[in-house]
């Protein structure tokens, strides 16, 4: 994963002329501000790795984009109220944990 290395800045003019050093140093993993008359008009970071997990997933065909359109935000997600399980049941995630405990060898 990507993490972002360093934020720096660059001046619309540097950004013509320099454009593709400067989109290597965002590949890297570098943030880049561009600036006019020294107030910062814009910003260019790099690709966010899930984004591109989930752009693969759809080429592959696994994730459906009509889908992904009617997900929950994550705003949404947080206002949501967890239900509690009935007694005498495992949480999903003890389950899950379960699972893959089997799963070893």
Known sequence: MMDVMTEEQVTIRELQRNAAEIFKRVQEG?????????????????PDPANAAIDRAIAAGI????TLDSLPTGAEVRELVRESSPPGTNRGSDAVLSM??????
């Open 30 to 46: 570098h943030t880049v501000q561009v600036t006019r008359w020294g107030e910062i008009v814009g910003q260019i970071n790099p």
């Open 63 to 66: 994730l459906d984009p009509t």
């Open 100 to 105: 893959r405990e089997e799963r070893e060898y």
